[in-house]
Structures are given as structure tokens and as C-alpha cells.
């Protein structure tokens, strides 16, 4: 646990995404907790509730109730809530994503119309959704984030409509950042490296994109929802007053490389259990 120097003392603010202790936005509350952040959470759906409420009591959050960001009327819920609770917030953590299993292997091409329509409102315009209302909260400024994946730049193996997805909320982050900006609320993205979450174990070979990443990467490991919190503390908090519209790469630096390391192995496909 860090040392707490209260970086976040006096703020307060959303984090939609937990499903369990391995979630990144797991990672990013106990982060911000640690530098004393008032931090409300959400849950999707009853079988997340049991696995949130005793996280939010480790990191002494508050539940702030239901969310499915699919449906409207549960978002707005959950602000006319924390307007009653708090009347003010200053960050917004989005760590939501949804696509069909089916679809996150094998071809692009073979994406369904269903699923592209879906994998767009749960993983993209939801981030856009869930902004509008927030800033609404966001009397005094305020910082979002959302979180994104290198596969929104290069073509990764089996990702698919996320990696489709994953653009547009990179173009999504640049277009709320000038619409926000004389509100003085900041938004960003951290582009994060694999890691073994709920979330990640339905992308095909994922244990092979995690070996990749290990051996071809400038840090030759993977990273963790630890570090990621460590970034997402500096784009929540002022350390980064100056900065918004960004992309921040925390993946060892895979992204710089753009060729297999000369002294990483060859490596056959790792199947997942
Ligand atoms: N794990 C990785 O390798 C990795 C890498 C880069 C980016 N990301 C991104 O990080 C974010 C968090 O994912 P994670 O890897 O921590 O996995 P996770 O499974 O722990 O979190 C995904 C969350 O999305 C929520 N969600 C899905 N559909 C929803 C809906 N309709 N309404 C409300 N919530 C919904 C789930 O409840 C869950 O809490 C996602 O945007 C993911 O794409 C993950």
C-alpha cells in the first residue's frame, strides 16, 4: 500500500467497473483511496453486488447502487443520487466494456451486426453517456478516465470489434476533452497492457498475448492493476492540471516496439485452461 500524502483529500468521485479484486478499476480505487478519495461505486447486476459490497467496505467506499450502462434510466439513478448525497463530484472512472465471447476470436470479419450495435453502446457510447451526466456534477472541474487497449491502434489477434470499439472511445476521449474544456474537466484515457481480469479471459489466447507482451516489451513483464491505479491517481489528481485529450500508454512499453525482441523465444500458442 502506498504511503498516504492525501493527493486525493477533499475529492470525490464515481468508479464504474469493479466486478471483483482483480477488476483494473479495482486496482484505480484502492489507489485513490489510498490518497484519501471519497469513492462511490457501482455494480452491474445482483451476481456483482455480493463480490462489490465487500470491496467498498475494505476501501471504505459507498455503494451507490445499480448500474447497467445499456439502460438510461439506471444511470440517471445513480446521479440523482449522488446529487442528493454529494451535489458535487470531481472524477469519473470508466472501466466498462462488453462484447460477445464468440466474437473475440477467430475473424473480424465475421462480426454481427448485433454485436458490433452492442459491443459500440456498452464499451463506447456508454463513456459518452455517463460524461454528459457527470459533468452536470462537476461544478468546480473535474477529471475522467476511461480505459483503453493498444488494439485500438495495431491489429491484435482475436480482439476484434473491441479493437473497433477501443478507436472510437480514443476519438470519444478527444471530442469530450475539447466540449469539457472550458469547464475546466479534463478527460483521458490510460491505455493499459494485458492483464488477467474477468473482462480479458473471454479474448481468445489471452495467456499467449500475455506471454508476448512479457517477453517483447521494453520493461519485459506485463503490469498490474496497481500500476495502473499509480497512473490513474496522476490523471485523476491535479499532478496533471496541464493535461487532457490523452492516450497514456501503461503496458511496459509494448507499444514502442514494433518487432519481436531478438533474445525473446519463440513461443507456440499457450491454449487458456
Ligand atoms: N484486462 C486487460 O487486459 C485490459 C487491457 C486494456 C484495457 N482494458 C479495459 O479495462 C476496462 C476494465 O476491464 P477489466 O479488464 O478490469 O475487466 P473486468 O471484467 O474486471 O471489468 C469489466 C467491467 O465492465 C462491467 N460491465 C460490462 N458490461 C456492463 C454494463 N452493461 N453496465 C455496467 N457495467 C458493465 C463489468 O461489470 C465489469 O465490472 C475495460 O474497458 C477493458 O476493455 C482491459
Redesign the pocket.
Known sequence: MTQMSGLMKGKRGLI?????N????YGIAKALADQGAEIALTY?NDA?KKRVAPLAEELGAYVAGH????NDESVDAIFDHLSEKWGRIDFFVH????SNKAELTGRYIHTSRDNFLSTMD??VY?FTSVAARAQRLMSEGGSMLT???YGAEKVMPHYNV?GVAKAALEASVRYLAVDLGNQKIRVNAI?????K????SGIGDFRYILKWNEYNSPLKRTVTTDEVGQSALYLLSDMSKGVTGEVHHVDSGYHTVGMKAVDAPDISVVKDE
Open positions: 464504474m467497473g469493479i466486478a471483483n482483480r477488476s483494473i478499476a452491474q456483482l448500474c447497467d450502462v445499456g472501466a466498462v466494456a462488453y456498452i464499451s456508454s480505459l483503453t487497449y473491441m491505455s493499459a497492457g494485458p492483464i481480469t474477468l473482462a480479458a
